[in-house]
């Protein structure tokens, strides 16, 4: 997970810093207000190989997570158990050759 955290702020720092100062600035809205610079966030990381990796492999726990912020909008700390199921699943994601691609014979 620190992988795609790293990859994530690397190549997508602006929209990581609006998303969560939006976030920061609108604690009980924050999903309304705040929509249009989450889907940047997700357009920016949804290319990368490794985010794709485990957004693929840990989809159901991350649409979990959603879901509990979607129902929770006004205390997201609730979904605290949700999020340790996603970021345990996404440490379990064998990202071998995805960070260090081997190189396929032509």
């Known amino acids: 997970m620190q992988v795609a ?3 994530t702020t690397k190549y997508c720092h602006k929209e990581m810093e609006s998303y969560g100062q939006c976030v920061a600035s609108h ?7 705040c929509q249009d610079l989450k889907m940047k966030v997700a ?5 990368h190989p490794v ?3 485990i957004r693929t492999d840990c989809s ?10 979607l ?4 205390s997201p ?6 999020v340790a199921r996603f970021l345990g699943c996404a440490e379990t994601v ?10 396929q014979p032509s």
């Not at 129902?71 to 006004?74: A, G, H």
């Not at 071998?96 to 190189?103: H, S």
């Open 60 to 69: 159901k726990e991350f649409t979990e997570f959603e879901h509990c912020l």
């Open 77 to 82: 700390t609730s979904c605290s158990v949700h």
């Open 94 to 103: 064998d990202l071998a050759g995805v960070v260090n691609p081997v190189p």
């Open 71 to 74: 129902e929770n909008q006004n």
């Open 43 to 47: 357009q920016c990381t949804s290319s």
């Open 27 to 33: 604690p009980s809205t924050w999903q309304q207000h």
């Open 51 to 53: 985010i794709q990796k």
């Open 5 to 7: 955290m790293d990859i």
